[in-house]
């Protein structure tokens, strides 16, 4: 059974940080391309960053130089540390993890964790 569990939200003000944790169980982590979405109220699920099995990165243009993701093989987590953050950084961040190969596609999901920035 595949499981994805976020970790770190919470509320913070204006120009704080938070990190994000998301630790997977039943894939070989190792393999799949890891990426933290965000969906804001009455928005569309968005693409935040991404890292690849060969931990290549990918950032949205409104997170760059703000955040920063990493991944773990070893302990199946992949992290997104956000800085200077902003009131439109609000929104319920979500773990993915994704494998396509010309066989396959596999596509899961965490359950959200919560980031709310406010003064």
């Known amino acids: 059974q595949v499981q994805l569990v976020e970790s770190g939200g919470g509320s913070v003000q204006p120009g704080g940080s938070l990190r994000l944790s998301c630790a997977a169980s039943?894939?070989?982590?190792?393999?799949?391309?890891m990426g933290w979405y965000r969906q804001a109220p009455g928005k569309q699920r968005e693409l935040v960053a991404s890292?690849?099995?060969?931990?290549?990165?990918n950032y949205a243009d409104s997170v760059k130089g703000r955040f920063t993701i990493s991944r773990d093989n070893a302990k199946n987590l992949v992290y997104l540390q956000m800085n200077s953050l902003k009131s439109d950084d609000t929104a319920v961040y979500y773990c993915?993890?994704?494998?396509?190969?010309?066989?396959?596609?596999?596509?899961?999901w965490g359950q959200g964790t919560q980031v709310t920035i406010s003064s």
């Open positions: 993915n993890a994704h494998l396509e190969t010309i066989l396959v596609r596999h596509d899961y």
């Open positions: 039943g894939i070989i982590f190792r393999y799949y391309e």
């Open positions: 890292i690849s099995s060969g931990s290549s990165t």
